[in-house]
């Protein structure tokens, strides 16, 4: 049984603090958040405080779901000592961590939304610790939450942060550009989603390189250039420098 | 009951017969390939030539589905007078069918790959025809197949097709840079694949404008100034252009 108090009351809190609660081999022991009105949100039956220095010092380890700029000040100030503190950024290093020589990571790789329930199961988690006692705990908590949990170290992490940047903003970016275009010419957007559950659909049975397809991968210049007549400044610079890259790329390979 | 012949045995041709051959409402006249191997892929049991001058005159309509630069050649040598003639094709407009005035567009929103069952039933498809009777008759055709079927004109789907390249080929593009980033730093790629199903299931749920987070939407110079000092010239071209449109478009709205 691992005992966990969790800090912060926002989004990640919320998810992780339903998962832990009822979860056979986790004992969440309390709920810091920053003031009472953000404990007003959690749900009836934790032990909350908004006390720092009321916090139990019967945990395991002291998980933070706090913004990233928040870390590095809440940590320093974090009144227990020698306890191994945790935060769950994927952009932050292990040494974000202040005021402990036991320092912790627990990254759980998913974009979250505020009400719907999370399959932890499917959620990849890495971590990382300053000891290896820390990093084997931090392991087994991730693996009992989920089938897929990683030992990742801060370099690496900030990589794959930086991956996730393109696999989900810049996506979900394209997906906004496309949303306008629909608008724009009073096209049903609902026309595209199939489209776009497809398309990462296919992440899982082939290799994004090889699923490519479309007027840049065919090098199809008429179509492109048809398709630059109808864009306004911001978007057409967008498409060339993508349908660039979609050339070379595939130029290369070809 | 509505007869159809397909002429072409590509990806889009044999997911088509698949779907024609044993549908109550479609009687499924014959296929022509441009040649005796092009035939041999297709199920057994289907009235098949390689012939253009074999062609049946008794279908209601002559569906091609082959590459778009083939489409007016093709029609323009069509040998059957004054029959319903119909492209596949998101990118031409009506007027690529030459040489019969009853001009058809069946356009499933969609990427086939080549191996995987297709539910039709979930594939929007739009329509278009040169005269109201061959239009309700290509509208009843895609209404018997899928739940999202809708009379588009060749403006507005050029439109969407424009629109599909942003939502389909540069977020698979997207993928790709973020699997790249992997790569490079021997970090597995299927880490990022529950995070890319999810930012594409919830475009079913909430606009992508809404649902857009990361450095940029925050506007986190400092994330952003990371990000840069790790990425390749290419890949830092794109993460710039990205992130400065993104800035914008919440610049604007904040």
């Known amino acids: 049984m691992i005992s966990v108090t969790i ?6 809190a919320q998810h992780l603090i339903r998962v832990f609660k009822d979860h056979p081999e986790i004992n969440l022991i309390q709920v810091y958040g920053r003031n009472k009105t ?35 000040t809440f940590t320093a100030n974090f009144p227990l000592k020698n306890k191994l503190l945790v935060h769950t950024s994927g952009a932050q290093p292990l040494n974000a961590i ?3 020589a036991r320092k912790g990571v627990f990254y759980p790789v998913q974009t979250f939304s505020k009400d719907a329930a999370v399959d932890f199961s499917t959620v990849p988690i890495c971590v990382e610790a300053s000891n290896p006692k820390d990093e084997k705990m931090l392991l087994t908590l991730a693996k009992s939450l989920s089938n897929a949990a ?9 990589q794959l942060h930086l991956a996730a940047v393109f696999a989900n903003n810049f996506t979900n970016y394209c997906y906004t550009l496309a949303c306008e275009i629909c608008e724009e010419n009073d096209i049903p957007f609902d026309i595209l989603l199939p489209l776009i559950q497809e398309t990462a659909q296919k992440t899982t049975q082939t290799t994004p390189l090889e699923a490519q397809t479309g007027p840049a991968r065919r090098n199809d210049k008429k179509t492109i250039a048809a398709h630059l007549t109808l864009l306004d400044n911001q978007k057409k610079e967008i498409y060339e420098r993508l349908t660039r890259a979609i050339q070379q790329t595939y130029g290369k390979k070809l």
């Open 7 to 12: 800090l912060g009351t926002g989004n990640l």
């Open 38 to 72: 953000s404990l007003k949100t959690l749900p009836a039956g934790l032990s909350t405080t908004c006390d720092i220095n009321q916090l139990s010092d019967r945990s395991h380890l002291y998980l933070t779901a706090i913004s990233d700029d928040a870390i590095t």
């Open 98 to 100: 202040k005021n402990t």
């Open 150 to 158: 990683y030992t990742i170290d801060s370099l690496k992490r900030k």
